[in-house]
Nanobody, 128 residues
């Protein structure tokens, strides 16, 4: 069993929707946040969204607010990223990650160094 595995990526057209999923193992499903990052070719990995274990808060990059929604199902050890109104600039490999501790503010939640476990990524390609 893969410790942290993303799924749901694919090739879509602009304006379409996708729902990404990431399922953690008992070891990688932590008491902290679960998050999504993405990386496009030639660019650094960037923050997308994060949510703590209790789901009380959500954090988003400005570029995805109103279009992408993060949620989690703790009973299934899974975090989701509902992606609506996709744009070509959303094209990237999307990674999920978990932190060992709850991220208490947006600065901490948006930094990749806050996260310990990482998946291998799922490709999202949006054509115009």
């Amino acid at each position: 069993q893969v410790p942290l595995a993303e799924s749901g990526g694919g090739l879509v057209q602009a304006g379409d929707s996708l729902r990404l999923s990431c399922t953690a193992s008992e070891r990688t499903f932590t008491r902290g946040n679960m998050a999504w990052f993405r990386q496009a070719p030639g660019k650094e990995r960037e923050f997308v969204a994060s949510i703590p274990r209790n789901g009380e808060f959500t954090y988003y990059a400005d570029s995805v607010k109103g279009r992408l929604t993060i949620s989690r199902d703790n009973a299934k050890n899974t975090v989701f990223l509902q992606m609506n109104s996709l744009k070509p600039e959303d094209t990237a490999v999307y990674f999920c990650a978990t932190s060992l501790k709850v991220c208490l503010n947006s600065k901490i939640a948006s930094q990749d160094q806050s996260y310990y476990y990482w998946g291998q990524g799922t490709q999202v390609t949006v054509s115009s």
